[in-house]
C-alpha cells in the first residue's frame, strides 16, 4: 500500500519535514530538539502533502508540551511517535523525555480511501480535501488548542532530522567537509613543524630559566644558610643571659630571705628579752609583797587582823578560801568583811584582807 501524500511536522523555519513517507503505511519515532534556551513548552505541528513548505501543505493538528525544566539549545529531550492504521486513524503522541509530561490527539485521517487507491479524480481530492479540513478543526476544538495554527508561540521546538530527500545540500556538506580536512591537515603540518621550533626554542628558554633559578635558590639557600646560624648563635647568647638573670636574682631573693630571717629572729629575741624582763619585774614585786605581808600585819576593816593578799587577774573569792581556808565556802563572810558588796566580782591590781579563819563564819545550808 502506498500514500499518496506524505505526513510529517513543521520545522522552525515553516519548512516540511516528511516522517510517514508515500512509499508504504508505517509508524515512526522522531527525537526532537529545543530551539533556544530555557524554553517553556514545545509545540509539534502535523501537516501531509508533497511540499517542501508547511503553507502549501494540509494541516492536521499539533501536540503542545510544557517544558518544566532548565534547557539548552539544541538539548535532545522531546519524543514524537506517529502511527497510521489501516483504518486510516492518525495516532500522535509527544512527550518529555527527563519531566515525563506528554500531549497526544487521534486523528481521523480524511485521506484513508486513497490507501487502498491507485489515482483519484478531481472531485474525489477536493470532497476528501474539505472533509479533511473540517475534522481537524473539530479535532483542535475537542482537545482546546489554539483556533489559529498559524498565531504560533515563538517558544517551539523543532526537529533536526536528515530523512529529507535533497541530496544536492549533502553532496555540498561532503565537498566541505573534504576541502575543510586538506586546510587542517596542511594546517596541522605547519603547525607541527612551527610547533616544533617553537618547542625547541621554549625548551632553551625554559632550561636557561632553570639554571638561573637554580643559582638564585643556591644563593639563597647560603644566605638563609648564613641566617639560621647567626640567629642560632644570637639565640644561645640570649639564653646565656637569661640563665645568669636567673640565677642573680634567685641569689638576690635568698639573701633578702636571710636577712629578713635573720630580722625577725632578732626581734623575737628582743621581745622575749623584754617579756622576761617584765616578768622578773612582776615576779620580784610580787614577792617583795608576800614578804611585807609576813613581816607586817594590817588592821582591815572592824579592826580585824589579818595578811594582805594581791588580787590577780584570773583570781576569784572561791579560790582565794581555798588556799587560805581549805574551804571556799567562807566566801560570803570574806567578801562581807573586806567591804565586797559583789562576791563574784572582785578586781585585779586590788588588795584585800585574809583574817584568820576563826574570825569567819562559813556558809549555812539549812538558812
Known amino acids: 500500500m502506498s500514500l499518496p501524500k506524505s505526513i510529517g511536522i513543521k520545522l522552525y523555519d515553516g519548512s516540511f519535514v516528511p516522517v510517514l513517507t508515500e512509499e508504504e503505511v508505517k509508524c515512526k519515532k522522531l527525537l526532537l530538539t529545543t530551539v533556544k534556551d530555557n524554553q517553556k513548552k514545545a509545540v509539534i505541528e502535523l501537516y501531509e ?19 518544566d525544566r532548565h534547557t539548552v539549545k539544541g538539548d535532545p529531550g522531546i ?6 492504521n489501516d483504518e486510516g486513524m492518525l495516532y500522535a503522541k509527544a512527550w518529555d523525555i527527563d519531566s515525563g509530561a506528554e500531549a497526544e490527539i487521534k486523528i481521523e485521517h480524511s485521506h484513508s480511501e486513497r490507501i487502498f487507491k491507485d489515482e483519484l479524480s478531481r472531485d474525489e481530492i477536493e470532497t476528501i480535501s474539505r472533509t479533511s479540513q473540517t475534522k481537524n478543526i473539530e479535532s483542535l476544538t475537542e482537545d482546546e ?9 515563538t517558544e517551539e521546538i523543532q526537529t533536526e532530522v536528515t530523512n529529507k530527500k535533497d541530496f544536492l545540500p549533502l553532496l555540498k556538506s561532503i565537498l566541505i567537509i573534504l576541502i575543510v580536512a586538506v586546510i587542517v591537515v596542511l ?20 632550561n636557561l630559566k632553570i639554571e638561573e633559578m637554580k643559582k638564585i635558590e643556591k644563593e639563597n639557600q647560603e644566605k638563609q644558610a648564613k641566617k639560621d646560624k647567626q640567629n642560632l648563635e644570637d639565640e644561645k647568647i640570649r639564653l646565656e643571659q637569661e640563665k645568669l638573670e636567673k640565677e642573680r636574682l634567685e641569689k638576690e631573693k635568698l639573701e633578702k630571705q636571710k636577712l629578713e630571717q635573720l630580722k ?11 617579756e622576761q624582763e617584765k616578768l622578773d619585774k612582776l615576779k620580784k614585786d610580787e614577792e617583795k609583797v608576800v614578804k611585807k ?21 584570773g583570781q576569784n573569792l572561791w579560790n582565794i578560801c581555798k588556799k587560805y581556808y581549805s574551804d571556799p565556802w567562807y566566801y560570803p563572810d570574806l567578801a562581807k568583811v573586806n567591804g565586797i558588796k559583789n562576791p563574784r566580782k572582785i578586781y585585779a591590781g586590788t588588795y584585800m584582807i585574809i583574817p584568820p579563819k576563826s574570825s569567819l563564819k562559813r556558809w549555812d545550808f539549812k538558812k
Open 49 to 67: 502533502g508533497t511540499s517542501d513548505e508547511c503553507i502549501n501543505n494540509e494541516y492536521l493538528g499539533k501536540l503542545v508540551i510544557a517544558i
Open 79 to 84: 519524543e514524537v511517535n506517529l502511527r497510521l
Open 145 to 153: 488548542l489554539l483556533d489559529d495554527y498559524q498565531k504560533q508561540d
Open 187 to 206: 594546517l596541522g603540518f605547519g603547525i607541527f613543524f612551527v610547533g616544533k621550533k617553537v618547542s625547541e626554542y621554549i625548551n632553551y628558554q625554559n
Open 264 to 274: 625577725r629572729e632578732k626581734e623575737e629575741a628582743e621581745l622575749k628579752i623584754k
Open 293 to 313: 605581808d609576813k613581816k607586817d600585819e594590817i588592821k582591815g576593816v572592824r579592826d580585824l587582823k589579818g595578811k594582805k593578799h594581791f588580787i590577780r587577774k
